[in-house]
């Protein structure tokens, strides 16, 4: 897992109204916004949507944050990024869902 200071806390990305970059794909919505500490934080939201059992939502975050964690993405810069998982999310493995992630971290502020 993240540690913890490595996490959004997702009401603090509603409180604030900066301006945000967004990547929309079939599995995932990224939202990038530049904060003022020396590293990222990763917030995710995954709705019931997505699944009905709290147990598959669990097992895609765990996926994403370990995926974080490995990559050491939050150490190579300063912003806010906001991981919105879609529906179609769940059809996904862990692989696959590395993968689609790969992808959609490449953009930069």
């Known amino acids: 897992m993240l540690a913890k200071k490595f996490r959004l806390p997702i009401y ?3 409180q604030e109204k900066k301006t945000t970059i967004a990547r929309r794909s079939s599995f995932f919505i990224v939202k990038f916004r ?3 500490l020396e590293f990222s934080r990763f917030g995710i939201i995954i ?3 997505v699944s009905k059992k ?3 939502r669990n097992k895609i ?3 994403i944050f ?3 964690r490995l990559k050491k993405l939050h150490l190579n810069s300063s912003r806010d990024i906001l991981i919105i998982v879609l529906p179609l999310a769940n059809q996904l493995t862990k692989k696959e869902i590395q993968e689609q992630l790969k992808q959609q971290l490449t953009v930069e502020i």
Do not use: H, L, P
């Open 54 to 56: 709290a147990v598959a």
């Open 34 to 36: 530049t904060n003022n």
């Open 61 to 63: 975050k765990r996926t």
């Open 47 to 49: 709705s019931a949507k």
């Open 66 to 68: 370990n995926f974080i």
């Open 12 to 14: 603090k990305w509603q």
